[in-house]
């Protein structure tokens, strides 16, 4: 069994920052990428950014040069840092792990449960 849980969302104003942090939790041997994704209300989920576990990074255009992922491998956790936030950010941010290898050699895609991000302008 392996849980990733998400943290750091709330309220902010426009222009402002917030920083998201995911751990992975259970079962784990390792775990290659980690991404973010996030759905506004009446949208669909769209990636938001990626990062292997050798620290390569790819963002989605609307993000580039505001946001930031990394991770901390040693303690299985992934970070956004959000800068220069815009209304358009709202949205519900969910981490993800498409490939985790469990302690029994099996691989898992898994989810969080999201954290919801308000930008108020």
């Known amino acids: 069994q392996v849980q990733l849980v998400e943290s750091g969302g709330g309220l902010v104003q426009a222009g402002g920052s917030l920083r998201l942090s995911c751990a992975a939790s259970?079962?784990?041997?390792?775990?290659?990428?980690m991404a973010w994704y996030r759905q506004a209300p009446g949208k669909q989920r769209e990636l938001v950014a990626t990062?292997?576990?050798?620290?390569?990074?790819t963002y989605a255009d609307s993000v580039k040069g505001r946001f930031t992922i990394s991770r901390d491998n040693a303690k299985n956790t992934v970070y956004l840092q959000m800068n220069s936030l815009e209304p358009e950010d709202t949205a519900h941010y969910y981490c993800?792990?498409?490939?985790?290898?469990?302690?029994?050699?099996?691989?898992?895609?898994?989810w969080g449960q999201g954290t919801l991000v308000t930008v108020s302008s």
């Open positions: 993800n792990a498409p490939g985790v290898l469990t302690t029994a050699r099996s691989y898992l895609g898994v």
């Open positions: 259970g079962s784990i041997f390792s775990i290659n990428a």
């Open positions: 990062i292997t576990s050798g620290g390569l990074t």
